[in-house]
C-alpha cells in the first residue's frame, strides 16, 4: 500500500461551504432591515437595498479578479437560499 495515496489534498472539499482559502468569497445576505456584504464571513458593508449591496459586490470582486484573484459571488434569494453569481456579468450561475 502507497502511504500517499491517501493523501490530505481533498480535506474540506466535501463540505459545500468550506471556505477555500485562495478563493475569496462575497456573500450578499438579507440582515436585520438591511443587505450585508460579507467578505470571507465577515461584514465588508451594510446597504438599505439589495441592488446596492450587490453592485458593491461585483464592484469588489471584478477589481480583485483584474489582480489575478480568483473570486465567488453568492446571493441570497427571496426563498432564503443562497445562489452562485458569476462575479463579472451578474449572471445567476445556480
Known amino acids: 500500500m502507497n502511504p500517499t495515496a491517501c ?20 456573500t ?3 440582515g436585520d432591515g438591511d443587505w450585508r456584504v ?6 465588508s458593508g451594510q446597504f438599505d437595498f439589495s441592488v446596492d449591496a ?4 461585483l464592484v469588489r470582486a471584478t477589481t480583485l479578479i ?5 473570486v465567488e ?11 452562485q453569481v458569476d462575479p463579472v456579468g451578474g449572471e445567476v450561475l445556480h
Not at 66 to 70: F, L, T, V
Not at 73 to 83: C, I, N, S
Open 7 to 26: 493523501g490530505t489534498g481533498g480535506e474540506g472539499r466535501s463540505d459545500p461551504l468550506a471556505i477555500d482559502p485562495e478563493v475569496i468569497q462575497f
Open 28 to 30: 450578499v445576505i438579507r
Open 38 to 43: 460579507l467578505r470571507d464571513g465577515r461584514n
Open 54 to 57: 450587490i453592485e458593491s459586490a
Open 66 to 70: 483584474d489582480k489575478g484573484a480568483r
Open 73 to 83: 459571488v453568492f446571493v441570497q434569494d427571496a426563498a432564503g437560499q443562497l445562489r
